[in-house]
Structures are given as C-alpha cells and as structure tokens.
C-alpha cells in the first residue's frame, strides 16, 4: 500500500511514521522545509489542563489521551532519531489575577482529582518571581512540554530513518479525483500517486484545487505572535509552564517564551509592536521582573482554526482521502493522538472520535459523499 501524506509539520511525520512502521510506503510531500511552519513557531505545550475547561468534552477528551501518550511518544523518538527533544513533564502553574477567577479554579478541582488550588504564597513559593498581587494558582502536576524544534528535527529523523520518503519544496497544488476517488496529488515535482492521501498541510489545508468544495477542510489561518525573553546574566529562569493574564511562559532552554496573541490576519506572520507590547506588558503583570529581560526574539506562526473550534480527524468526502487538520491551539498535545487515528484508519482499524469527522460540515450542509 501506498500513501502520500502532505504537509511534513508535527501531524503529517507523526502520521507517516506511525505508517511506516505498520510497513506502508509512505512519502510526505512539504510547500516549505519539514516542521518549519506551526510546529516551529509554537511553543511545544502539552497543555491538557490549560487549554481544556472540560475534560469531558469530546476535546477534552482526546486532549487528555494524547498527553497520557506523550511520555512514550517522546521516549519512542528520541530512540528512533537518536535526538533529544527535551520533553519535561514540568506541570503548570496556572495563577489567578482575581478572587473570581480563583473562585473558578476551585470550582475545577471538582472533577479532576489531579488538580490542586494554591494560595497564593504557595504558588510563589514553588515560582518565586511571580508577582505579589497573583491571589492563588491552580497546580497541574501532569502537563508538559517539549522542545518543539527538535521534536520537528527529530521526527524527520524517525520518519526517514523507518525508510519514509520526504519531499520538501514540494507544494501540491491539486488533488486528481478519478471515479469519486482521490488517485494522485500534483505539485511541481510531477504527478505523486498513491492508495490513500492524508491531507496534514496546517493553515494551508484549505488551499488545494481540483477537489469538491465539501472535501476540502474549512481551516485558516490563526496567527500568533510569540516572545523569548532572556534574563540578566546570572537570573534563573521559571521551572514550571506559567499560565496567567491570558499569556503563557514556557522555559526553553536559556530563554523564556511568552505568548501568544490570536488574530485572524490571513497568512500574514509579520511582527508587530503592538504585539510585543501586548505580550511584555502581560508577561511582566504575571512576573513584575520580566521587566529588566531583554525581549531576544520575536516571531509570528499560523495555527490551523476551523470553523467549530474542534480538529478535523478523519475520511474526507471523496474516497481515499483523509484530513488532520483543524487541531488549532492543539498541534504538538494532540500529535500522538492524531497520529493513532489517521494511521488506524488508513489501515482499517479506526479508533473512533466521531466528533471530529470532516465530513461534519458537508452533513450539515446536507450534502455527503460516498465515504459518509
Ligand atoms: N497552544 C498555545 C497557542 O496556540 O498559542
């Protein structure tokens, strides 16, 4: 069997790898170099707690597995790749700003035994540069992160090393459809055929001709700005992921990453200062000496938003084609997860996950094809 996986961020490798090692011809075709778009941009999270409100909710749901699989999926490339990815289960300390949103907080540890509320000079004792005007944190022991620009690198490595073939530079540009099945996927390299497509292209996934409108998953472009800052010489960095005032901080290595904004600006991923300024004054709320740093870096990356909210996993309208798209705020948490799903499917053993069909949107509209 032969597939042909386009888009070589975090899902599409994950995706591939997984299909090699099930002994599947796989080839990944990338527009661009391999995990360079979102997977580089971001800031590697593995934030089931801090991006889910409900772990209940189908989201929550897969959001949760997917972080239960990350200690593996983690080892498992780091073996295969001979690479460290720097994944620290580092928990995250989500501080309140209010007495409400303190309020909001206890009301969480209800349902999740992992959960714990800290006062605030408990939370300051475990993060000592925050704040004095925090008034209690919300302590996920289980979150983590992982250093997601080696974990691109490192899962090339793994992939090309199974013997998966990865074509960069390669931007498909239209799906040939022959008899209600997707047969090739032409870029300017030539005609890729294969048994099965798996459409894994990020923000970019809705921008392929040659299929009908309905099989082509209604993802944009999210953009997100980001900060490393670097402290004083001598200045020890946070321990912990670091939630609060509606941005993140995140140590990686010798720097600090703050974000991130949301904005819906098309594939614009040009810095601004307004963003910096968003992100620094907002950083500096949540940890006051942020302000003697230096802001070392400042980048932009586009997630892929749909229009739900929730990712698109799964078969497509058209026969032989499936979608990861859509996982948003998502990608790096999900990675393992999606990669279970789309390899099983393809190899006909789906794992579930109705709630994420691509084919929702085209149900909605009345209209399905012959894979619905
Ligand atoms: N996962 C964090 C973000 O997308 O900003």
């Not at 490595?157 to 008899?179: C, K, M, P, Q, Y």
């Amino acid at each position: 069997m032969k597939v042909v996986i386009v888009g070589a961020g975090i899902a599409g490798l994950s995706i591939g790898w997984r299909l090699r090692q099930a002994g599947v011809d796989v080839t990944v075709l990338e527009r661009a170099q391999a995990g360079q778009g979102a997977t580089w941009a971001s800031a590697g999270m593995i934030a089931a707690t801090a991006e889910h409100q409900h772990a209940q909710s189908p989201e929550g749901e897969l959001a949760y597995r997917a972080r239960a699989m990350w200690p593996d999926f983690a080892r498992e490339i780091e073996d295969s790749s001979g690479m460290k990815i720097g994944y620290a289960e580092s928990g995250s300390l989500m501080v309140a700003m209010t007495e409400d949103e303190t309020a909001r907080y206890v009301a969480r540890t209800a349902d999740d035994p992992e959960l714990e509320v800290l006062s605030a000079s408990d939370a300051r004792a475990m993060e000592p540069m925050l704040s004095d005007s925090v008034a209690g944190a919300l302590w996920a022991s289980k979150e983590a992160h992982v250093d997601n620009r080696a974990l691109g690198q490192a899962l090339v490595r793994a992939f090309v090393g199974a013997g998966g073939v990865l074509t960069v530079n390669e931007a498909v540009v239209s799906f040939e459809i022959r008899d209600g099945r997707a047969v090739a996927a032409r870029g300017a390299l030539g005609l890729h055929e294969a048994d099965a497509f798996i459409l894994a292209a990020g923000a970019w996934s809705g921008l392929i001709d040659g299929l009908p409108p309905d099989a082509l998953p209604p993802v944009k472009p999210i953009k997100g700005e980001m900060l490393a800052f670097e402290p004083p010489k001598g200045v020890a960095l946070p321990t912990h992921v670091v939630w609060g005032n509606e941005v993140y901080l995140v140590p990686r290595g010798d720097r600090l990453l703050v974000g991130a904004t949301l904005e819906d600006a098309g594939f614009d991923t040009g810095v601004t200062a307004a963003a910096e300024d968003w992100l620094s004054c907002r950083a500096i709320s949540v940890m006051p000496s942020l302000r003697q740093w230096r802001v070392a870096d400042h980048w932009a990356g586009l997630r892929p938003g749909s229009p739900d909210g929730l990712p698109l996993l799964g078969p497509s309208v058209v026969s032989g084609l499936f979608i990861a798209s859509g996982q948003y705020r998502n990608g790096i948490l999900f990675a393992p997860v999606v990669a279970e799903i789309l390899s099983g499917l393809v190899l006909g053993r789906p794992i579930g996950f109705a709630s994420f069909d691509p084919r929702r949107f085209a149900r909605a509209r009345g209209r399905t094809g012959p894979n619905a």
